[in-house]
């Protein structure tokens, strides 16, 4: 059974910098894309970056440079590296990707920024 596992969220002042991983089982990560999503309290859910299996990457207009999503298929690992964070990064972020034909998600890693 394919699944996905995300981690390295934290509580980070605005301007600070986090790393996220995204971790798959089950499966291999270099045949497929993954999306990170972004989904804050009584908001939508918001598609963050996204990276194919060529290596690829596309971002959200907000990301406005300060992210950088990459993949490591080695490690069967995504990652996406988030700098210069402002207050309105605070989210629980999501990697997802198709898996037999639909969708999984991991359980979500909380990324708070305060101070």
């Known amino acids: 059974q394919g699944q996905l596992v995300e981690s390295g969220g934290d509580l980070v002042q605005p301007g600070g910098s986090l790393t996220l991983s995204c971790k798959a089982s089950g499966f291999t990560l270099d045949d497929t894309a993954i999306t990170w999503i972004r989904q804050a309290p009584g908001k939508k859910r918001e598609m963050v970056a996204a990276?194919?299996?060529?290596?690829?990457?596309d971002y959200a207009d907000f990301v406005e440079g300060r992210f950088t999503v990459s993949r490591d298929n080695a490690r069967n690992m995504v990652y996406l590296q988030m700098n210069d964070l402002k207050f309105e990064d605070a989210a629980v972020y999501y990697c997802a990707t198709v898996y037999n034909g639909g969708w999984i998600w991991g359980q979500g890693t909380q990324v708070t920024v305060s101070g």
């Open positions: 990276i194919t299996t060529g290596g690829t990457s």
